[in-house]
């Protein structure tokens, strides 16, 4: 690596180890935040006096600045979802060094070549300057596990990059690398909704099977049931509803009208109306009450199921139950509504405070000890 490109490693470090954001460490030294961007990317080099200045005020000489030692080897965590898909990168002492976001990746939903492209672009984005050959990653990807063909290709997609070590399954791969928990049941609610039972090493999908076979739980699914009911309540076969303006203030027009819309916008353009359900639930419209106690329903039946598969009430210590993704945001009015049909005794709620990327970057780190054991 050059001397520019040990330099702009180096300044992002730092800066990110004194808690700076770009625009903070511009304004302490009188430049601009896109100069600081231009240095960090590689794509421009500081004056003498401007790194001597820098290394003042990180405390540390100009020879750790300038020619310190790089990490030896990196870690790569990728999340892809239906909506998003988030890439994390850090050093060996787990040091952030670049993360961002992209949109989906579920090969189900965009199609396995756009699946490639989204990767491709985020990769080369987050590991740039870093070469491919130090960094160990791990991608859990939505639709990535769900059959043999999806992961196979993807695993063929990633050999191609020559990282030093990696591996690919499913998003919930990322999930269950963040619970401690031998055992436990893991519910994503995002832009789909899927239900695992976890011991140990095995685990039990439950649901989970996509658009057009599960009955709730995801944002599809809620952002469905609010149109449906727009449409009743404007036909006449279904009570009226503050989802109808909620819903034509957004789109513009009658839903009636925007019906091609609906189709031609998909799963994920659907999902984006769940957010008027919590909306008008919060302000007592029934209809969205009924749409959130039929989901949370479903919800709590494959959670049922999960918890039976792991005992049920025989269980000897309480299992917890952990949710992730952007539907849990709203666990506050969601889990009661779980919990009034949940028919065991031994098991407790909560959200999941880290991101799925961080579970992704664990099992990065694994595969990194694991290859260095063999």
Known sequence: MDRTNKFAENLKCYRMKHNLTQKQLAEQIGYTEKSISQWELGNA??????????????KITLDEFMFGKMSSYYFLGIDGGGTKTSFKLVDENGLLINQICKGSSNPNDIGIEKTFTVLSDGIGEVCRGIPYSQITMFAGIAGGGLTSDNAQ??????SKFGFYAFDNGSDVENLVSLSDNKKSVLVIMGTGFIVYAVNKEERKRISGWGQFFDEGGSGYTLGRDAITAVLCASDGSGKQTALTSLIENRIGESAEKHL???YKGGKRYISQFAEFVFTAAQDGDQ?????LEKNMCFVADKINTALSYLGGNSAAQTVPVLFSGGICENHNILFPLIKKHITADNYELAVLEAEQVDG???????????????
């Open 287 to 291: 209809a969205a009450i009924e749409i």
């Open 45 to 58: 080099f500081p004056t003498i006096e401007t790194i001597l200045k820098l290394a003042e005020l990180f």
């Open 260 to 262: 091609a819309e609906f």
């Open 153 to 158: 290709k993807l695993n063929r997609f990633f």
């Open 360 to 374: 992704a970057l664990n099992r990065a780190r694994n595969i990194f000890k694991t290859k260095g054991e063999r």
